[in-house]
């Protein structure tokens, strides 16, 4: 069964560890996701890479199974900031392609160190913008509301912005996966997994809830009740 991926944007920031552990002893999270957020692509700041050196350390200690560090870089210079978070551990690296000068150079580099890489879009931004580096990608992830904060209500026209994104993966014969990150709960969770999203990202809608645990079970029946069989990369 799979289940959405956590975001760490969500949790009690006083009390990180004590918020993710109960997750991760329950063998539900596979991948985790990080935002790193510089003050200027969104006006907000976010994790620093100390934090997945940190995680890291505890989820040894505890002898608990290590999910795959994914980071969604919401920042300027994507190309110059991503070997700092590699450095500390990160699996996977999530860069916008509104600010990245040559998302094919930044693809192939990631890549060739065998880092997840993904392209996110802003929900304004054209699908087009990833068409460039298709065929690296792992993942498209699209942003379902605008970037920098939690808990925010999902963008109009963001099921059929998936169905869209699917349709040009299809008619491209490319093969990366849709993941959408923002407004993904109960209740979108399962009109967006009909129209063809892979990976549900979540914040508030998990480690918002009095009982995450419980609450990423819920959502994974309700993903695994509505997803397509995917034809894209994990
Ligand atoms: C938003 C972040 C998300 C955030 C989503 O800019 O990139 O990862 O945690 O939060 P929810 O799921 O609460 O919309
Ligand atoms: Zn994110």
């Avoid at 997945?52 to 999910?67: E, G, M, T, V």
């Avoid at 509301?145 to 169905?163: D, K, M, T, Y």
């Avoid at 009909?194 to 959502?219: K, Y």
Wanted: a negative charge.
């Amino acid at each position: 069964m799979a289940f959405p991926v956590p975001s760490l944007l969500a949790c009690d920031h006083g009390a990180v560890w004590d918020s993710l552990e109960p997750l991760l002893r329950s063998r539900r999270v596979h991948r985790l996701h990080f935002d790193a957020m510089d003050g200027h692509f969104v006006p907000n700041f976010g994790f620093s890479p100390q934090l997945l050196r940190d995680l890291d350390s505890h989820i040894r200690l505890c002898q608990l199974p290590r999910p795959r560090f994914d980071v969604h870089l919401m920042v300027q210079h994507p190309e110059k900031v991503w070997p700092i978070f590699w450095e500390a551990g990160a699996d996977g690296i999530s860069f916008h392609g509104e600010c990245c000068p040559d998302p094919l150079a930044l693809a192939r580099e990631l890549r060739a160190l065998g880092l997840h890489c993904a392209m996110a879009l802003r929900p304004e931004s054209p699908l087009e913008l990833a068409l460039a580096c298709g065929p690296l990608l792992d993942e498209l992830l699209l942003l379902g509301v605008s970037p920098g904060f939690g808990g925010q209500p999902a963008v109009g026209g963001l099921v059929e912005r998936v169905e869209r994104a699917a349709e040009l993966r299809r008619e491209r014969n490319l093969n990366f996966s849709l993941a959408v990150d923002g407004g993904v709960n109960r209740q979108t969770l399962g009109p967006l997994a009909a129209a063809g999203m892979d990976i549900p990202i979540a914040g508030s809608a998990i480690l918002g809830q009095d009982d995450p645990v419980r609450a990423l079970a819920e959502l994974g029946k309700i993903f695994e009740e509505n997803r397509l069989p995917s034809p894209g990369r994990s």
